[in-house]
């Protein structure tokens, strides 16, 4: 098992660019999750879906950030226009259901917005 | 309101038991207490959970306390690899509700 799988890494973007951060979730895992981590916010959830449906949003800062699961295996976190306050580490997590298991989280991608 | 309360941050020899508390006085009886580590830049990483009853698996054991208003983990022979911040998190067994992670407790593992 891979778990989940993020990318990129690393990501350095011009201010009012598009970023697209990808995520594959463990197979046979409905739930995935988007999270953010800054130092001075910490770990915040932005979104997650079950079964590809987004479930809660509310955590979505902006109408500049938008996510999508087209299927079991893919999402996607998109901010468009960027800025430099989204500069972050952002998370992916998934697990296979939402009470009594664990999440397991991606390497997550390092976002530097110039 | 913060509902779980864990110190700032701790030390412990390498090679001893380093015993991490947490508390939760608030808890209601359908909350299972869970805890994460995070490594320096990486993701954070499932340890173990429980409602009521003490909990043990390949990383750590889990000792809540009979009225449930707190918890230790506890990660018996302490090595530099679990130097780490430490998350307790209580979550209800409704679906719904998010796994919200506090400030944790940053423990040291001394050589």
């Known amino acids: 098992d891979a778990g989940v799988i993020q990318s990129p890494r690393h990501e350095v973007t011009e201010m009012g660019q598009e970023v697209t951060l990808r995520c594959k979730p463990i197979s046979g895992h409905d739930y995935l999750f988007w999270y953010r981590q800054t130092m001075m916010r910490g770990l915040e959830l932005l979104i997650y879906f079950n079964n590809n449906v987004p479930i809660d949003d509310s955590g979505m800062p902006e109408d500049r950030f938008s996510a999508k699961m087209p299927n079991a295996s893919f999402s996607t976190l998109k901010i468009q226009p960027s800025e430099p306050r989204d500069s972050a580490v952002y998370f992916c997590?998934?697990?296979?259901?939402?009470?009594?298991?664990?999440?397991?989280f991606g390497s997550g991608t390092r976002l530097t917005v110039v | 309101d913060a509902k779980t309360t864990q110190p700032t941050s701790m030390d412990c020899a390498e090679g001893r038991a380093a015993n991490l508390p947490c508390n939760h006085s608030?808890?209601?009886?359908?909350?299972?207490v869970y805890w994460y580590r995070q490594i320096h830049s990486q993701g954070p990483q499932y340890i173990i959970h429980g409602l009521k009853n003490n909990e043990t698996n390949e990383m750590a054991s889990l000792i809540i306390t009979e009225d449930r208003k707190s918890s230790t983990l506890i990660l018996p022979h302490a090595t530099l690899r679990d130097t780490a911040v430490y998350y307790c998190i209580v979550k209800s067994n409704f679906g719904n509700e998010k796994l919200t992670f506090g400030t944790g407790t940053r423990l040291t593992i001394i050589p």
């Open positions: 997590a998934s697990s296979p259901r939402t009470v009594g298991y664990g999440y397991t």
């Open positions: 608030t808890i209601s009886g359908n909350e299972y």
